[in-house]
Nanobody, 113 residues
Framework: QVRIVESGGDLAQPGGSLSLSCVVS????????MEWYRQTPGNERELVATIFNVGSTTYADSAKGRFTISRDNAVNTVYLHMNNLKPEDTARYYC???????WGQGTQVTVSS
């Protein structure tokens, strides 16, 4: 059974940085498009960033210039490096492949002074 495990969420101050990790137990990981989403209570999941199997990336407008998605196929891991964090980045962050698997537990990011 393929599993997704996110980690790295924490409390950060505005203007600070965090790096999230997502390990996917999928033998085909290197061929997958991977995505980071985030969700706040009462709202739908929002797509934050996408990385394709060839390494190209796309970002939501809210993430452009501040977030960087990357991957390490050797360890089946996708990362989200977040800089210049804002209070509105507070959310639970999830990753998933395309097509999606059942969602993991996510990791909580809270940006507050």
């Amino acid at each position: 059974q393929v599993r997704i495990v996110e980690s790295g969420g924490d409390l950060a101050q505005p203007g600070g940085s965090l790096s999230l990790s997502c390990v996917v137990s999928d033998s085909m990981f290197s061929r997958l498009t991977m995505e980071w989403y985030r969700q706040t209570p009462g709202n739908e999941r929002e797509l934050v960033a996408t990385i394709f199997n060839v390494g190209s990336t796309t970002y939501a407008d809210s993430a452009k210039g501040r977030f960087t998605i990357s991957r390490d196929n050797a360890v089946n891991t996708v990362y989200l490096h977040m800089n210049n964090l804002k209070p509105e980045d507070t959310a639970r962050y999830y990753c998933n492949r395309v097509p999606p698997l059942p969602w993991g537990q996510g990791t909580q990011v809270t940006v507050s002074s």
